[in-house]
């Protein structure tokens, strides 16, 4: 669904990500990991297209993207949760969740069940200010936004950062489904261990700029661990 190929980027003159290369299948949680300030945002913004690649490529089922610019490879089918949530807050929720739909592929002004059916709550706060909303309830709305366009491709990039648990239980199910359900290929930056161990079915481990381990759950040994995570 997802693939990136020794992709190289960075901001002015600094490169932050050096040769880097994955790739998240159908159905599967690919989950990103990595000490802050190794380039795991910078990632996501390239492969959305925020932040131009120097050299490499990123494609989509099999659809090379690598020029493309952010609207395009949206309304090809990957959704974008970014770090921070930049909701808009002076629209409502509702009018926010309708953004979400110009990344649609075929036109349409309803935002589909099965966005709000994972987060139910947000009916409740149809006509209130987005930046009335709690932290979580924004994370929440942001999640729901991007869910609007029924992606094939979910790019997360700390969902769970500064929220409540019992929000980051929820979300933990949401994206439970999401991959129960088979359809949706999911791309999840997350710092906490616990929770991508709960959700995640390969993992690869940022150091430097560069991909400096991949593997499956059972062999993110402990050495892994304190090796590359350990503050």
Known sequence: MLAVQQLEAGYGESVILRDVSLKVKQGQVVCLMGRNGVGKTTLMKSVMGLLKARKGAVAYKERDLTKKAPGVRAKSGIGYVPQGREIFGQLSVYENLLLGLEACKEKTDTVPEEAIAKFPVLREMYNRRGGDLSGGQQQQLAFARALASKPEVLLLDEPCEGIQPSIVD????????IKADGHTAVLLVEQSLDFVKSVGDY???LDKGAIAWEGELGDLSDEIIRKYLTV
């Open 203 to 205: 993992f690869y481990i």
């Open 170 to 177: 929820d979300i933990r199910d949401v994206i439970r489904s």
